[in-house]
């Protein structure tokens, strides 16, 4: 009895590994078939795959939209060999079984991410005929084998056999990662398409969408964390659209980021972002305890420690400059969970290894603002989704609601302390400086006690708060927040206005003669 030729299906988009990949199938005995690119690909590396047109008898057409759209390729991954009518049917047909099937689908992501994609770009990486043969080779996981990653690859061929076939159980697991695979790739046409800005009265959406009707969100684990807030919660980072985290991120040193981590990270950063001059940030639990700006990086971080010492200790610092030995020298001389920075000299490398256990983390500026997109709150009933807080209102197009008018010293200050305060949980204060804070009142259910807090801050950390300017996430619904700051000494108050007794809070600053600015827009942080 002759022995059956076992047959791989190779079509991919990704073909990271395809080579090696496909020579180790023919060495375990293996046809392979393949199509447009994938095929002249393998050719040129010296393989000799089968054209899918030759098995199905069908050119290509359409100018390759249709290639594998064919009975003689779906029979094969649909027939359930098991069934003597299928196997029949097929021999009546002349169709060959296939047990592998590999195809990973057009770059439909990466297309519509380039800055100048048009419309007939998107639509035509819009894949149809990998997505098929993905579906239905992971239906039928009992007899073939689908894959769509190529890290999957070296697990495939150590546990195939004579058959063709590995364990069932990779079978299913190779299975569920496919149709994960065409779920996510769905997802982001329909997202596109969702999105679509007209480009003629035809694509005009049907109604004015604030936010898409449905929301949809794929995402694929890339690294199981020890533990999440707590030791007793699980956790895991979990890659959204395709946005790798090394694409942008390099961790030099340190201990593995734990959830914690992640979540500061991700405050300190986008704090960080928002200056202009060299600036560093030291935050603790998503609060930003100590920010401030100097030419030399080193002064910024002293004084950003200084707002806060005792909080500072095992904080989240970041630095939108290059860290330099000194900078280095001086973030060792206390405990700290992770510096993130744009660039390390050398020289700061070799400090930061004397702590092994400190988390050295690069990251890239961002050329043109970091992301906006949406935040997304899990209820036990559904989800909020909301734009990101990215609305910094300029100086320019505040409005002076005060008899008097700020000096160019607090104008410098307000600036800073606007700047700094939507980075800090609600309620809200900020005192700063032109060059930094000077005390941080965070996360009070009352304003008041947020005021008096960012005082008693400043005091401890030694830093004159007379003088210095005032900021509040949300309006004043009281005067009460204003008669504090004056008896501190706080000479400039911004805030957003809005308030029922804003008019009360106006007098309260007049009386005591200080420049109040309002910017109509809310910075609420939960």
Excluded at 4 to 14: M, Y
Excluded at 177 to 191: E, N, P, R, S, V
Excluded at 444 to 451: A, F, P, T
């Amino acid at each position: 009895m002759a022995t059956q030729v076992k047959r791989a299906l190779i079509s991919v988009s990704d073909k990271a590994g395809i080579e090696d990949f496909a020579r180790a199938l023919v060495d375990k005995g293996f046809e392979i078939l393949s199509s447009g690119g994938t095929f002249r690909h393998l050719q040129n590396a010296g393989l000799s795959p089968v054209k899918v047109a030759d098995v199905t008898e069908f050119p290509e057409i359409l100018g390759g939209r249709v290639k594998t759209l064919h009975p003689r390729i779906h029979g094969a991954l649909l027939a359930r060999y098991e069934l003597d009518e299928h196997r029949q049917e097929l021999a009546n047909h002349n169709i060959q079984p296939i047990q592998v099937v590999v195809v990973n689908l057009y770059p439909f992501a990466k297309t519509i991410a380039k800055p100048d994609v048009t419309l007939a770009d998107a639509i035509e990486n819009i894949d149809i005929g990998g997505p098929t043969m993905v579906r239905a080779t992971a239906k039928n996981f009992k007899h073939l084998s689908i894959l769509t990653d190529p890290a999957d690859y070296p697990r495939f061929l150590e546990e195939v056999d004579a058959s063709g076939l590995p364990s069932l159980a990779l079978r299913l697991h190779l299975a569920q990662k496919a149709f994960q695979h065409t779920f996510a790739y769905d997802l982001k046409i329909a997202d596109y398409l969702d999105g679509l800005q007209a480009q003629d009265d035809q694509l005009s959406p049907l109604e004015d969408q604030v936010l898409p009707p449905t929301f949809r969100m794929s995402a694929a684990r890339e690294e199981v964390l020890r533990y999440g807030e707590n030791p007793h919660q699980r956790a895991a980072f979990y890659r959204v659209d395709g946005a790798a985290m090394p694409d942008y991120m390099t961790q030099h040193q340190g201990k593995q980021m734990s959830y914690n981590n992640l979540v500061d990270m991700e405050a300190a950063w986008r704090c960080v972002c928002d200056f202009e001059r060299p600036t560093a940030v030291v935050v603790k639990h998503t609060n930003p305890c100590g920010v401030a700006c100097h030419d030399e990086l080193e002064q910024a971080f002293r004084r950003a420690r200084q707002v806060d010492a005792t909080s500072s200790f095992g904080g989240v610092i970041a630095f939108n400059r290059e860290v330099d030995e000194a900078t280095a020298a001086a973030v060792n001389e206390q405990f700290a969970e992770l510096v993130i920075a744009p660039a390390f000299s050398e020289a700061a490398r070799k400090k930061f290894k004397r702590k092994k256990n400190l988390r050295v983390l690069q990251i890239t500026l961002p050329e043109s603002g970091l992301p906006q997109g949406l935040e997304v709150k899990r209820l036990d009933h559904g989800l909020l989704v909301q734009d990101k807080d990215t609305v910094r209102i300029p100086f320019g197009d505040w409005k002076l609601v005060s008899e008097r008018k700020p000096t160019d010293e607090e104008r410098a200050a307000l600036i800073m302390a606007w700047t700094i305060v939507p980075h800090v949980k609600s309620n809200a204060i900020v005192y700063a400086d032109a060059d930094g804070a000077v005390g941080i009142g965070a996360g009070q259910m009352s304003r008041v006690d947020s005021s008096k807090i960012g005082i008693s801050k400043a005091a401890e950390a030694e830093l004159a708060i007379q003088g210095s300017a005032m900021a509040s996430d949300a309006f004043f619904p009281f005067r009460d927040s204003v008669d504090a700051a004056a008896a501190a000494g706080i000479t400039a108050i911004v805030e957003p206005g809005g308030s029922i007794r804003d008019e009360e809070v106006i007098a309260a600053a007049n009386e005591h003669g200080i420049a109040l600015f309002f910017t109509g827009t809310r910075h609420f942080k939960h």
